[in-house]
Protein backbone atom coordinates (compact mmCIF):
# COMPACT_ATOMS: atom_id res chain seq x y z
CA UNK A 1 0.00 0.00 0.00
CA UNK A 2 0.82 3.27 -0.86
CA UNK A 3 2.06 5.51 1.89
CA UNK A 4 2.77 8.92 1.72
CA UNK A 5 0.22 10.62 -0.60
CA UNK A 6 -0.29 14.64 -2.07
CA UNK A 7 -3.51 15.50 -2.17
CA UNK A 8 -2.97 18.09 -5.34
CA UNK A 9 -2.00 14.73 -7.24
CA UNK A 10 -5.37 12.48 -5.96
CA UNK A 11 -7.70 12.53 -8.68
CA UNK A 12 -10.88 14.60 -7.70
CA UNK A 13 -14.28 13.04 -8.08
CA UNK A 14 -17.64 14.24 -8.22
CA UNK A 15 -19.17 12.15 -5.69
CA UNK A 16 -23.02 13.89 -6.20
CA UNK A 17 -24.34 17.52 -8.32
CA UNK A 18 -21.48 20.45 -7.08
CA UNK A 19 -19.63 18.35 -4.58
CA UNK A 20 -15.90 17.16 -5.09
CA UNK A 21 -14.08 15.37 -3.23
CA UNK A 22 -10.18 13.68 -3.06
CA UNK A 23 -10.23 10.34 -1.37
CA UNK A 24 -7.42 8.49 0.01
CA UNK A 25 -8.23 4.91 1.22
CA UNK A 26 -6.59 2.78 4.05
CA UNK A 27 -7.42 -1.12 5.08
CA UNK A 28 -10.32 0.08 7.62
CA UNK A 29 -11.11 3.92 6.99
CA UNK A 30 -11.52 6.25 3.75
CA UNK A 31 -10.24 9.88 4.27
CA UNK A 32 -12.11 12.60 1.82
CA UNK A 33 -11.60 15.92 1.13
CA UNK A 34 -14.37 17.75 0.01
CA UNK A 35 -15.34 21.45 -2.12
CA UNK A 36 -18.54 22.67 -2.69
CA UNK A 37 -19.89 26.01 -3.83
CA UNK A 38 -22.65 27.66 -1.70
CA UNK A 39 -25.63 26.52 -2.45
CA UNK A 40 -24.73 23.16 -2.75
CA UNK A 41 -26.77 20.65 -1.14
CA UNK A 42 -26.31 16.84 -0.19
CA UNK A 43 -29.34 15.30 0.24
CA UNK A 44 -30.97 12.77 3.58
CA UNK A 45 -28.79 9.83 2.67
CA UNK A 46 -27.22 7.16 5.17
CA UNK A 47 -24.61 4.25 4.94
CA UNK A 48 -23.24 1.86 7.29
CA UNK A 49 -20.19 3.34 7.32
CA UNK A 50 -19.02 5.70 10.85
CA UNK A 51 -17.87 9.30 9.63
CA UNK A 52 -16.87 12.24 11.26
CA UNK A 53 -16.67 15.45 9.99
CA UNK A 54 -14.30 18.33 10.03
CA UNK A 55 -15.20 21.98 8.59
CA UNK A 56 -12.08 23.43 7.59
CA UNK A 57 -13.65 25.97 5.76
CA UNK A 58 -16.61 28.38 5.03
CA UNK A 59 -20.38 27.57 7.04
CA UNK A 60 -22.03 24.36 6.45
CA UNK A 61 -25.56 23.61 7.50
CA UNK A 62 -25.33 20.03 8.82
CA UNK A 63 -28.78 17.81 10.12
CA UNK A 64 -27.62 14.91 11.62
CA UNK A 65 -31.13 12.79 12.44
CA UNK A 66 -33.53 15.23 13.19
CA UNK A 67 -30.78 17.82 15.00
CA UNK A 68 -29.54 20.88 12.54
CA UNK A 69 -26.46 23.22 13.38
CA UNK A 70 -24.32 25.34 11.16
CA UNK A 71 -21.00 24.60 11.54
CA UNK A 72 -17.93 26.08 10.82
CA UNK A 73 -14.08 25.91 11.24
CA UNK A 74 -13.24 23.75 14.95
CA UNK A 75 -16.92 22.13 14.57
CA UNK A 76 -16.39 18.29 14.45
CA UNK A 77 -19.62 16.20 13.87
CA UNK A 78 -19.47 12.39 14.66
CA UNK A 79 -22.27 10.82 12.67
CA UNK A 80 -23.30 7.34 13.73
CA UNK A 81 -23.35 4.26 11.22
CA UNK A 82 -27.24 4.25 9.45
CA UNK A 83 -27.93 7.44 10.78
CA UNK A 84 -29.91 9.85 8.02
CA UNK A 85 -27.75 13.15 7.47
CA UNK A 86 -27.78 16.13 4.80
CA UNK A 87 -25.72 18.94 4.19
CA UNK A 88 -25.74 22.40 2.73
CA UNK A 89 -23.34 24.79 2.35
CA UNK A 90 -23.78 27.95 3.04
CA UNK A 91 -21.32 29.56 1.56
CA UNK A 92 -17.92 27.87 -0.17
CA UNK A 93 -16.78 25.26 2.20
CA UNK A 94 -14.02 22.77 2.75
CA UNK A 95 -14.93 19.52 4.25
CA UNK A 96 -12.62 16.71 5.56
CA UNK A 97 -14.42 13.47 5.79
CA UNK A 98 -13.44 10.11 7.82
CA UNK A 99 -15.39 7.02 6.74
CA UNK A 100 -15.03 3.21 8.74
CA UNK A 101 -15.31 1.17 6.69
CA UNK A 102 -13.70 1.82 3.86
CA UNK A 103 -15.86 3.24 1.05
CA UNK A 104 -15.84 1.07 -1.49
CA UNK A 105 -18.00 3.11 -3.81
CA UNK A 106 -15.60 5.66 -3.37
CA UNK A 107 -12.74 3.99 -4.95
CA UNK B 1 -22.94 10.00 21.47
CA UNK B 2 -22.91 13.27 21.27
CA UNK B 3 -23.20 14.22 17.54
CA UNK B 4 -21.46 17.55 17.40
CA UNK B 5 -18.41 19.18 18.77
CA UNK B 6 -16.37 21.92 19.48
CA UNK B 7 -12.96 21.77 19.31
CA UNK B 8 -12.42 24.87 21.48
CA UNK B 9 -14.45 23.03 24.14
CA UNK B 10 -12.80 19.69 23.97
CA UNK B 11 -10.50 19.34 26.23
CA UNK B 12 -6.60 19.25 25.19
CA UNK B 13 -4.09 16.50 26.78
CA UNK B 14 -0.26 16.41 26.15
CA UNK B 15 0.15 12.55 24.84
CA UNK B 16 3.64 12.48 24.52
CA UNK B 17 6.30 15.79 25.56
CA UNK B 18 5.48 18.74 23.78
CA UNK B 19 2.58 17.15 21.69
CA UNK B 20 -1.04 18.46 22.60
CA UNK B 21 -4.35 16.37 20.90
CA UNK B 22 -7.97 17.41 21.40
CA UNK B 23 -9.49 13.86 20.86
CA UNK B 24 -13.10 13.05 19.72
CA UNK B 25 -13.81 9.14 19.87
CA UNK B 26 -16.40 8.05 17.67
CA UNK B 27 -17.44 3.90 17.85
CA UNK B 28 -15.11 2.52 15.81
CA UNK B 29 -12.46 5.73 15.32
CA UNK B 30 -10.98 8.21 17.01
CA UNK B 31 -9.89 12.01 15.47
CA UNK B 32 -7.20 13.96 17.05
CA UNK B 33 -5.83 17.65 16.70
CA UNK B 34 -2.67 18.36 17.45
CA UNK B 35 0.02 20.37 17.78
CA UNK B 36 3.49 20.89 19.10
CA UNK B 37 6.45 23.49 18.88
CA UNK B 38 9.62 22.76 16.73
CA UNK B 39 11.82 20.45 17.80
CA UNK B 40 9.29 17.96 19.50
CA UNK B 41 9.84 14.39 18.49
CA UNK B 42 7.66 11.63 18.73
CA UNK B 43 10.06 8.51 18.98
CA UNK B 44 9.36 5.50 17.08
CA UNK B 45 6.98 3.37 18.07
CA UNK B 46 3.40 1.56 16.47
CA UNK B 47 0.47 0.68 17.69
CA UNK B 48 -2.17 -1.99 16.32
CA UNK B 49 -4.66 0.87 15.36
CA UNK B 50 -4.32 2.09 11.30
CA UNK B 51 -3.74 5.50 11.30
CA UNK B 52 -3.76 8.32 8.81
CA UNK B 53 -2.01 12.00 9.78
CA UNK B 54 -2.44 14.97 7.63
CA UNK B 55 -0.49 18.08 8.14
CA UNK B 56 -2.91 20.86 8.35
CA UNK B 57 0.17 23.46 9.29
CA UNK B 58 3.93 23.56 9.31
CA UNK B 59 6.66 21.07 8.42
CA UNK B 60 6.64 17.47 9.90
CA UNK B 61 9.28 15.22 8.98
CA UNK B 62 7.68 11.50 9.24
CA UNK B 63 9.41 8.30 9.29
CA UNK B 64 7.01 5.18 8.54
CA UNK B 65 8.81 2.02 8.31
CA UNK B 66 12.38 2.73 6.81
CA UNK B 67 10.82 5.70 4.67
CA UNK B 68 11.25 9.47 5.95
CA UNK B 69 9.57 12.35 4.28
CA UNK B 70 9.08 15.50 4.72
CA UNK B 71 5.41 17.18 4.72
CA UNK B 72 3.61 20.05 4.98
CA UNK B 73 0.03 21.01 4.23
CA UNK B 74 -1.84 18.48 1.40
CA UNK B 75 0.79 15.86 2.86
CA UNK B 76 -1.09 12.57 3.74
CA UNK B 77 0.49 9.50 5.38
CA UNK B 78 -1.61 6.19 5.62
CA UNK B 79 0.36 4.23 8.51
CA UNK B 80 -0.33 0.31 8.13
CA UNK B 81 -1.55 -1.12 12.03
CA UNK B 82 1.21 -2.02 13.45
CA UNK B 83 4.32 0.13 11.48
CA UNK B 84 6.65 1.47 13.40
CA UNK B 85 6.50 5.14 12.75
CA UNK B 86 8.01 8.47 14.48
CA UNK B 87 7.50 12.32 13.75
CA UNK B 88 9.67 15.53 14.33
CA UNK B 89 8.28 19.03 14.35
CA UNK B 90 10.80 21.00 11.92
CA UNK B 91 8.39 24.29 12.11
CA UNK B 92 5.40 24.44 14.97
CA UNK B 93 2.90 22.27 14.05
CA UNK B 94 -0.38 21.21 13.81
CA UNK B 95 -1.43 17.46 12.31
CA UNK B 96 -4.79 15.95 12.62
CA UNK B 97 -3.77 12.12 13.12
CA UNK B 98 -7.60 9.36 12.89
CA UNK B 99 -7.03 6.11 13.92
CA UNK B 100 -9.14 2.99 13.76
CA UNK B 101 -10.17 1.20 15.77
CA UNK B 102 -10.50 3.93 18.75
CA UNK B 103 -7.37 4.85 21.06
CA UNK B 104 -8.81 3.75 23.80
CA UNK B 105 -5.33 4.93 25.41
CA UNK B 106 -6.44 8.08 24.55
CA UNK B 107 -9.46 8.42 26.30
Known amino acids: MNVF????STPEKEIF???FGRM???ENMTISYFRAKAGSILPRHSHP????STVLE???ELTIGEETRICRLGDV??????VEH???????VRVMDVFAPVREDYR
Do not use: C, K, M, Y
Open 5 to 8: HQLE
Open 17 to 19: GGW
Open 24 to 26: IHG
Open 49 to 52: HEQI
Open 58 to 60: GEL
Open 77 to 82: AVIPSN
Open 86 to 92: QARALTD
